[in-house]
Structure formats: C-alpha cells, structure tokens
C-alpha cells in the first residue's frame, strides 16, 4: 500500500485572502506525488510584480510563480500567489473564486515537481493532470469555457 506523501506547509497572508489554511493544504495535498516543504506566501500586486520581473524578467503581476529550490524528494519551493490577479481572472472568466485558487494551488505543486507548459506535449499532459485533480475534489474542468 502506498502511502500519502506529506506536506510541510508554511502560509504566509501578506494581504487578506480568502481561502483558509486548510483549504490550501486540500488542494496542494491533492497534487502530491512526493513529500514536500512548501511557502505559500499570498501578495499584493506591487509585490506579485516586483518578484515576476526580479525572477522572470516580466514586468507585471502574474497569478502564480513557482520557485523550486530541492526536485528530489522531499522537495522543498515558494509559491507566490498574487490575490487582485486571481480575484481579477476569477471575474473575467466568470470562474467561482475558491476553484480558481484551488486551480492554482494545484497547477504550482505541480510546478514544484517538474511538471511544466513550455511546449505542447507537456503542457498536456499537465492540463489533463490538472483537471483530473480538480474534477477529484468537486471543481469543474479549468480548462473549459464557462
């Protein structure tokens, strides 16, 4: 029998946000395929900009970035979630807020184990993963129009 992998998790509210401590583990939990020691730290826009054009090169606030500083298990990053980001995409997608932000937490745990989007193929199969997850924890598809 297999077991769960665990989580070390740390979740630091810079500004207020609504999903709760345990909300985030669910999620995160649910993606895990190995033990992991996590920071999620949820920002404002100066900040969620700040750390994309330090760390990206991009100029903007993004939704998620992932900082992996361990792939072998246990596997140890930062998430940084940008909350007017996730709130503004939610709204313009006509998306239920806590599944976007479940989408998310998800989609960066995936990041944190060497899943990524840089070309079709894996951008795939991390889609479908995704959505597997989601689907698994009573969420619809992200990845359909609604």
Not at 114 to 137: I, P, Q, R, V, Y
Request: hydrophobic content about 40%.
């Amino acid at each position: 029998m297999k077991t769960k992998p665990k989580l070390s998790l740390t979740v630091q509210y810079i500004i207020p946000a609504l999903p709760t401590r345990p909300q985030w583990r669910r999620w995160i939990k649910a993606a895990l395929q190995f033990d992991t020691s996590m920071t999620l730290r949820i920002v404002g826009e100066a900040e969620g900009r700040e750390l994309n054009k330090a760390y990206r090169g991009r100029d903007y606030a993004t939704n998620v970035l992932t900082f992996v500083y361990d792939d072998t298990p246990p596997l140890s990053g930062d998430v940084v979630i940008c909350a007017p980001v996730v709130e503004r995409e939610a709204i313009e997608q006509g998306r239920d807020l806590l599944s976007h932000y479940a989408h998310l937490a998800i989609h960066a745990a995936l990041h944190l184990q060497g899943f990524d989007h840089e070309n079709e193929a894996d951008a795939s199969k991390m889609e479908a993963l995704e959505t597997a997850l989601m689907l698994k924890l009573n969420y619809p598809d992200p990845y359909t129009e609604t």
